[in-house]
């Protein structure tokens, strides 16, 4: 008999725990995008708002990280893409893009998203978005894939920069246009170099690096660019601007520094030879580099570059600093902090 | 009618006992020839449930991917660090000799040195590679170090490297079929050869050979089963020294023992005429016919003495004996027999084999014990036998030791004790279905279940997984789809969120399938950059990702019409399986498409999934089976209900207990520990059947229920006692066993066999105390 008392209690218990996780909408393990690798699972940016980091990845997965705890807690977005990138204009207005060309928007720090564009058919992912102001902002992607909104992103007007072709494809693309239209948007579709990241820099200009060892600068919001020369090949993937230096970096460990005049390219030789994501500076007048195969650089104030340590199987992409000064990685393998 | 039978069988028989006698001899002879032709056979597939909807799904897509029938050899550098000239040399040797064992698919031979084991770089232009091991290898130091460098490129470390460095793998699946011979694969002899080619020849203070794999554990599994043989000397000893203590007569000592031993080649004898082989499971089969022989041996030489005692000739009480044991004697092992054929209601090769040998044992005990002894004990010359415990006791009238105990449990037969003894067998009963509800189904702890944790073959099973991302707990879902299904986005889309879903399952470690390598192929051709880590919309894309992905990777084949979802789980627990296969099954069933669909399972862990399924969904109406025909054989003998019903109920109070012990020691329901309980009501009925037997007939004259149970306690007790104690001998020398689930057996066994005893003379007679209560 106590045996059968117990059941009853047990059973009344869990009555009472299911109810409670059944008011909880859209958790089905079946059907939900919240899930609990989402966390260990492709992440590729972390944005800034205030003091949340809001980090971005795989399968349209949006994840906040608050000054409460430690933990990470996702949140559902309208889309199931790979988010590539994130942007904070403050604490609240925020956007993010990725594949199938998805723009998703925040107005509340990154706790609700709605849907601004998505456009699966062109076969192009976006891999950065930029807000001057709540109205004017712009986005760029693969084969020169670019975008302008200038109503906070009810509207994205496509552009295409022409200026960026190589002088070869424009005469091809001029000989083509007079022949052949279908041929040659269908060409011009393809023929420019993936933009991988687009930064505002301090003076108010645009930097914008690519594939093939494409830079080029903008100093009217991204309206006309003209290259810089970089004297390297392979393609750059990310840039930041530190005090008076600004940094690219790219392809097989190839990193290089110039002052701001963008025009005095300096290799960093570091000891890594696997593309080179993401940097930021670190706590003493040093930089933080990571990259793919799980590298984790330190490039000290006279530039010495080190290796701090190497995550086996593991491509790190983007970094964050926590308003507790945790330094927070992401990558193939999800969030993680890192501790030097 | 069946006395007239009986009597005119016996009267044909004993008229011609010389040549019946003669017939046995001869039958002996060429049966014990059959006998020494016996094999070992383990094959993979008798331990399967093959008409398992996931078996058919692991039957269907077998020699595609391999299934569950693998082995892996960790060669491990004992210095702990694997680059020097020495180790390559071996690993090179052990590779080439793995290679060429007979029986191993040479086409899926991977390890360091086969050439699908390749490395891709990504650089300014596209990519480059090459094989790992460089056509001009040589083991210089520079030759190691590109080694090295070609190892983490090539991403196999955790796979083929251990995650240390300190060994490396090969893996090799196994065919069914001899290729040389045509012959299904003897998988004992090819565990000898990897054992001899691969341990024998290599390992050294300096390399240490691991081996894992099922047919290794198969041929360890046989080696251990060969300690059975010492087990069985020892039990016929001990067993020896007890009938000889019961009958204090060498000649009545040695007849049952040997009419036993002539039942256990017959068995085996047998076994080779229908073409089975010895399993290490069935070679139970062998000690219970000995000990059943014996107990229903020790009731005829009791039976017979008796009379010769009264003053008969040994022929007319040997005929006598025949007379009264081959109805009682008969309707008990052909009980045993019953509830061993009730497992052939089990889907699963070697329980079948296991009823059928038990069976065919039980049955030839009817011919050795209940024939073939009385009509030999006829020759015998019984006169100067000595008067046995029991009847010297009665023959001094002072109630002495034995007496005294035979009185005391006939208290059990008053209804004062009846009462007392029936409610705390309520009380036990009370407990053990409890606890009984609370039993496992499956494998309870880590690597083979079969062998103990410290076994050599669970050692290494530890050493791969903790040096190795590798498990061996694999589960496999198959997905099924039209032929080129993979160059089309929403196909493999689909398969990715599977995927995606299933990872996001508790007790799910890892995933891989072509959709995952797929992105990751992606990322690769678009310079490595993790942003373009997704499955391309663009067709061409999609097809060049996939080009990149060899059928040897086991992702897809030939027309990528099958795709495997691989699931590496954390552990073989029946709740993991569980909580794996029921989200595995909700996912398809929500995902399945016309066109695409997601089959369970295939891999180690998907037959297992299909074990505990099929062993949980036999475990019902075997029980059914067993007690319906128990319950059939009872009535028709007794033709009494509540004879049945007093014999039945306490074997279903032990058979709850038995389940109860199960939950405390740990074991779980499994294909090993599955028929015990069948085995110990059809042998426990027969203490039951005995008692009752007598009793029954004194009832029926009219004498008082404790009067009857003393008068049958007195004929049959210590001959029932003595059947109790000598199953258990036999089946508790077992405990000692190098393998897992025979100790697991014997445990069960042993409490089956003495529990049963004791519920027929304490439980059996307090039921009847009430039942019969009016008779008085």
């Not at chain 1, 022949?179 to 108010?204: C, M, Q, T, V, W």
């Not at chain 2, 554990?217 to 087990?231: E, I, P, Q, S, W």
């Not at chain 2, 606890?435 to 189904?441: S, Y």
């Not at chain 2, 995952?516 to 942003?531: D, H, W």
Request: proline share 3%; glycine share 8%; hydrophobic share 50%.
């Amino acid at each position: 008999m106590p045996y059968r008392m117990l059941r009853l209690v047990c059973a009344v218990g869990a009555l009472s725990v299911s109810a409670l996780v059944s008011a909880t909408p859209n958790l089905d393990p079946l059907t939900s995008q919240i899930q609990p690798l989402a966390v260990s699972s492709l992440v590729l940016d972390i944005g800034k708002a205030g003091d949340t980091l809001v980090a971005v990845g795989d399968k349209g997965h949006v994840l906040l990280h608050g000054s409460a705890d430690e933990a990470w807690h996702q949140v559902a977005t309208p889309v199931t893409s790979l988010l590539t990138k994130v942007f904070f204009l403050d604490a609240k207005l925020g956007w993010a893009v990725g594949h199938d060309a998805s723009i998703i928007h925040t107005r509340d720090g990154g706790q609700t998203w709605t849907v601004q564009m998505q456009a699966p058919e062109i076969e192009k992912p976006l891999f950065d978005v930029v807000f001057f102001n709540a109205n004017e902002g712009i986005a760029v992607g693969a084969y020169g894939l670019f975008y302008r909104t200038l109503d906070g992103g009810e509207h994205w007007q496509e552009e295409f920069h022409q200026e960026l072709l190589f002088e070869e494809d424009v005469a091809y693309l001029a000989d083509l246009k007079a022949n052949d239209e279908a041929a040659y948007l269908s060409e011009r579709a393809s023929l420019l170099a993936h933009f991988n990241r687009i930064l505002p820099l301090k003076d108010g200009r645009l930097l914008l690096v690519g594939e093939l060892g494409m830079l080029a600068v903008s100093a009217d919001k991204g309206r006309q660019f003209s290259r810089l020369e970089l004297n390297y090949e392979g393609s750059m993937f990310n840039a930041v601007e530190l005090d008076d230096a600004v940094y690219v970096m790219g392809l097989r460990g190839h990193v290089f520094k110039s002052d701001s005049s963008l025009q005095a390219w300096q290799p960093i030789a570091i000891p890594a030879s696997s593309s080179i994501n993401a940097a930021l500076a670190g706590e003493q007048d040093d930089l933080i580099l990571i990259g793919n195969a799980g590298v984790i650089i330190e490039v000290n104030g006279s530039g010495q570059a080190s290796l701090l340590a190497r995550r086996q199987g593991e491509n790190l992409v983007a970094m964050a600093r926590d308003a507790k000064g945790n330094l927070w990685l992401a990558g193939s393998q999800g969030l993680f902090i890192f501790k030097q | 009618m069946l006395e007239k039978l009986v009597n005119g069988f016996e009267t044909f028989l004993f008229r011609h006992r010389l040549l019946v006698i003669i017939g046995f001899a001869l039958m002996t002879l060429v049966l014990a020839y059959q006998a020494s032709q016996l094999k070992m056979d383990a094959a993979f597939v008798k331990n399967i449930p093959l008409n398992h909807s996931y078996m058919q799904t692991y039957l269907k897509h077998q020699k595609q991917f391999g299934g569950a029938n693998s082995i892996m050899v960790a060669v491990e550098d004992t210095s702990g660090n694997i680059f020097n000239a020495n180790y390559f040399d071996i690993l090179k040797n052990v590779h080439d000799q793995l290679f060429f064992i007979p029986g191993v698919d040479r086409s899926q031979v991977k390890s360091l040195f086969s050439p699908s084991t390749r490395f891709t770089e990504i650089v300014e232009d596209g990519f480059a590679g090459g094989p790992v091991i460089p056509a001009d290898f040589s083991t210089s130091e520079a030759g190691l170090e590109t080694v090295r460098n070609n190892i983490e490129k090539a991403g196999i470390v955790g796979r083929l490297i251990a995650n240390d460095y300190s060994a490396a793998m090969l893996t090799a699946q196994l065919m069914d079929f001899d290729p040389q011979t045509g012959k299904p694969l003897d998988t004992i002899a090819f565990a000898a050869q990897l054992e001899k080619e691969l341990r024998g020849k290599f390992e050294t203070d300096k390399v240490k050979i691991h081996i894992i794999g099922f047919a290794k554990m198969a041929g360890d599994v046989a080696d251990g089963a060969k300690g059975v043989l010492l087990f069985f000397l020892i039990a016929i000893l001990v067993t020896a020294v007890m009938v000889y203590l019961f009958s204090k007569s060498v000649v009545l000592t040695l007849l049952p023992l040997v009419c036993s031993l002539i039942a256990v080649v017959w068995q085996l004898g047998l076994l080779t005429v229908i073409g089975f082989g010895l399993d290490p499971m069935s070679i139970l089969v062998p000690f219970l016919v000995f000990a059943i022989g014996v107990s229903h041996g020790v009731q005829m030489i009791n039976a017979v003495r008796r009379r010769v005692l009264d003053g008969q000739t040994s022929k007319a009480a040997a005929a006598s004996a025949f007379r009264s044991l081959l109805v009682p004697g008969g309707v008990a092992l052909l009980s045993d027999t019953v509830g061993f054929l009730t497992l052939l209601s089990i889907d699963i090769g070697i329980i079948r084999e296991l009823a059928i040998s038990a069976s065919l044992g039980v049955a030839v005990i009817i011919l050795t014990n209940l024939i073939l002894l009385p009509l030999v004990l006829s020759f015998a010359n019984l006169k100067g036998a000595k008067t046995p415990v029991a009847q010297r006791a009665e023959a001094c009238g002072a109630p002495t030791g034995v007496d005294w105990i035979w009185r005391t449990l006939s208290r059990f037969a008053t209804p004062k004790y009846a009462l007392m003894v029936l409610l705390a067998t309520a009380v036990l009963y009370g407990f053990g279905f409890q606890q009984a509800g609370q039993m496992k189904i499956g494998d309870l702890k880590g690597g083979a279940p079969a062998l103990h944790q410290d076994s050599r073959y669970n050692q290494d099973t530890f050493y791969i997984t903790d040096h190795f991302s590798i498990t061996t707990d694999v589960m496999t879902i198959i997905v099924e789809a039209p032929p080129e299904a993979c160059t089309y986005h929403d196909v493999l889309a689909q398969i990715d969120e599977y995927e995606w879903l299933m990872s996001n399952t508790p007790g799910v470690e890892s995933t891989a399938s072509l959709a995952s390598i797929a992105k990751k192929v992606n990322a690769g051709f678009n310079e490595g950059n993790p942003k373009w880590q997704v499955l391309p919309r663009n067709t061409a894309s999609l097809v060049q990702a996939i080009g990149r992905i060899p059928t040897t990777s086991g992702l897809l084949n030939g027309d990528c019409s099958v795709m495997p979802v691989y699931l590496f789980l954390k552990d073989h627990k029946a709740e993991t399986i569980e909580v794996v296969v029921a989200k595995a099954k909700a996912l398809a069933a929500k995902m399945d498409t016309d066109s695409l669909k997601f089959k369970l399972a295939s891999g180690p862990v998907g037959v297992m999934a299909a074990t505990n399924e099929a062993v949980a969904a036999a475990q019902l109406p075997m029980m059914l089976y067993v007690y319906g025909a128990v319950f059939v054989l009872c009535l028709m003998s007794f033709k009494s209900l509540r004879a049945t019903i007093a014999v039945i109920l306490p074997l279903y109070v032990v058979s709850t207990l038995a389940q109860a012990l199960m939950t405390r020691l740990d074991i779980g329901l499994a294909v090993s520990t599955l028929p015990v309980i069948a085995l110990g009501v059809g042998i426990g009925v027969d203490y039951g059947i005995y008692i009752l037997s007598t009793m029954s007939v004194k009832l029926r004259a009219g004498m008082a229920v404790q009067q009857a149970y003393y008068e049958a306690l007195v004929e049959r007790g210590s001959a029932v006692i003595f059947t109790g104690l000598t199953l258990a001998i036999g089946v508790s020398t077992w405990f000692f066993s190098a393998l897992k689930f025979q100790m697991d057996m014997g445990i069960l066994l042993t409490f089956m066999f003495l529990v049963n005893m004791l519920g027929a003379i304490i439980i059996l007679p307090s039921l009847a105390a009430i039942f019969w209560r009016k008779a008085r």
